[in-house]
Each structure stands twice: as structure tokens, then as C-alpha cells.
């Protein structure tokens, strides 16, 4: 759609699409399975009305792309819905898992009523680092991976990270609440300040 003049350029139409992201030049969007459709999905890039296949029956949904890197969530194969959800990175046509070994749910879903789903942040990546949020011991934790030497930091550790951003500064901002404090907006740099 071209925004000053509220045409549409072009348009497209698929079942069960799950997630669309503007990659680069083009579309990507996650299609869930008709027979499994909370645990299979395709990853299809849409361009100039050609479809192409990145993915096919993963348990992963594309969230995020910058650059030539495409960001997904889930598992390459998910037998059952209620497993860890990782990420993983799909770069020139190859996945690999970023968060797997650790074994945390990288999910980040908050179970508090008065946040809504659709508010919660995805991993994210920015200036070759990944952020994204852990599960762990009834805590959602904020953290980041530089994608050069593949080290993990914590970045907000206790309590519960509801939703964030980052820049490709090095600035993350999100907001963390606890069940003694209200939600609270916190602002990180390079040096970590608060």
C-alpha cells in the first residue's frame, strides 16, 4: 500500500497466515498447517506476486529480519504445542538455534491477566545483538547475545520482563514489574545504567 496516496500496490491472499514481516525488499509470512496447526508451520517469502518457500513444516514462526538475518521462535520440530519454544536465526538459507543449549523457554509469555499478548515483545535483533526473553523459576528474564562471539548477558534478572525495544545503539528499553512493584520502565545503554 503506498501510504500518501492510500493505494494499494499490491495484494495477496493465503490461509491460516499466523505472522507478517517486511523483510528488505519483500514479505515473509508464517503459515500455520491445516491438519497441525499449532505446531506446524511454513515460512514463505512473497515478492513482485512470486511465493517461495524459506521453511517448510517447522515448528517455527518468523518474528523478526534485519539484514540478511531472519529471526524465528519455536523448534525445528515440535511434537507437542506445550514445549520450550528457542531462538533460532535462518541466515542464507541456514537455521541454527541461538537459545537451545540453555534450555530456558524463550517464549516470554507473562501469565499476569492484565497484560495482553499482543503487548509482549519477540526476540529482536539489533547491531549484532539478540535480545530476547527467558523463562525461569516463575521469572521472565530480559537478555542479549552478541551474535560475534556468541556470549550471553542478563540484563534484567528478577521478576518479570513484560515487553521491549532495542536500537541499534545499544539502547534496550522495557518494562519489568514484580508482584511487590508496579510496572516500572527501565532504559539500558551500552554501560548497563538504569
Excluded at 494499494?8 to 503459515?31: A, G, H, M, P, S
Excluded at 536500537?167 to 527501565?186: I, M, N, R
Aim: net charge negative.
Amino acid at each position: 500500500m503506498n501510504l500518501e496516496s492510500s493505494q494499494i500496490l499490491e495484494e495477496f491472499e493465503d490461509r491460516n497466515i499466523v505472522k507478517l514481516l517486511c523483510w528488505e525488499d519483500l514479505v515473509v509470512y508464517t503459515v500455520a498447517d491445516e491438519k497441525e496447526p499449532f505446531t506446524v508451520f511454513s515460512i514463505i517469502r512473497y515478492k513482485n506476486g512470486e511465493e517461495k518457500d524459506i521453511l517448510t513444516k517447522v515448528g517455527l514462526i518468523a518474528h523478526f529480519a534485519e539484514g540478511s538475518k531472519l529471526i524465528l521462535l519455536g523448534r525445528q520440530s515440535k511434537p507437542e504445542l506445550f514445549l520450550h519454544d528457542y531462538v533460532y536465526i535462518c541466515e542464507n538459507g541456514n537455521l541454527r538455534s541461538l537459545t537451545d543449549g540453555y534450555g530456558l523457554n524463550n517464549t516470554g509469555h507473562v501469565s499476569a491477566e492484565i497484560w495482553a499478548a499482543e503487548g509482549e515483545s519477540t526476540s529482536k535483533l539489533f547491531g549484532g545483538y539478540l535480545y530476547f526473553k527467558s523463562g525461569v523459576g516463575g521469572r521472565v528474564k530480559l537478555e542479549t547475545i552478541n551474535l560475534s562471539t556468541m556470549q550471553k548477558q542478563t540484563l534484567v534478572n528478577s521478576s518479570v520482563t513484560t515487553t521491549f525495544d532495542a536500537s541499534a545503539t545499544g539502547k534496550v528499553a522495557c518494562v519489568h514489574l514484580s508482584d511487590q512493584l508496579p510496572a516500572e520502565v527501565y532504559v539500558f545503554d551500552g554501560s548497563n545504567s538504569k
